[in-house]
């Protein structure tokens, strides 16, 4: 059974950071593209980077580039996003997506002062 669990959610004023994490299982984590996506209130869903392995190439949304860092550690299954200088348009549910086909749960990040 496939599982994707986020976790690394908050409450968090601008300018801040947080890191995410999202730990998979149910599948061959290394031979997938692992993505972080997030929606808004009545927004659609939007990709915000993602990772492919092996080889490690990253693709950022602009809106996110030189604040936020994808990562993947195969030998544990987890892909991080490392957030920085959150902005309050940063404030969305962030999805954990394997391949295109597996989604989590979804953890809430909040950016607010």
């Known amino acids: 059974q496939v599982q994707l669990v986020e976790s690394g959610g908050g409450l968090v004023q601008p300018g801040g950071s947080l890191r995410l994490s999202c730990v998979a299982s149910?599948?061959?984590?290394?031979?997938?593209?692992m993505s972080w996506y997030r929606q808004a209130p009545g927004q659609e869903r939007e990709l915000v980077a993602s990772i492919l392995s092996p080889g490690g190439t990253t693709n950022y949304a602009d809106s996110v580039k030189g604040r936020f860092t994808i990562s993947r550690d195969n030998a544990k299954n987890t892909v991080y996003l490392q957030m920085n200088s959150l902005k309050p348009e940063d404030t969305a549910l962030y999805f954990c997506?394997?391949?295109?086909?597996?989604w989590g749960q979804g953890t809430q990040v909040t950016v607010s002062s």
């Open positions: 149910g599948f061959t984590f290394r031979t997938y593209v």
């Open positions: 997506n394997a391949g295109g086909y597996y």
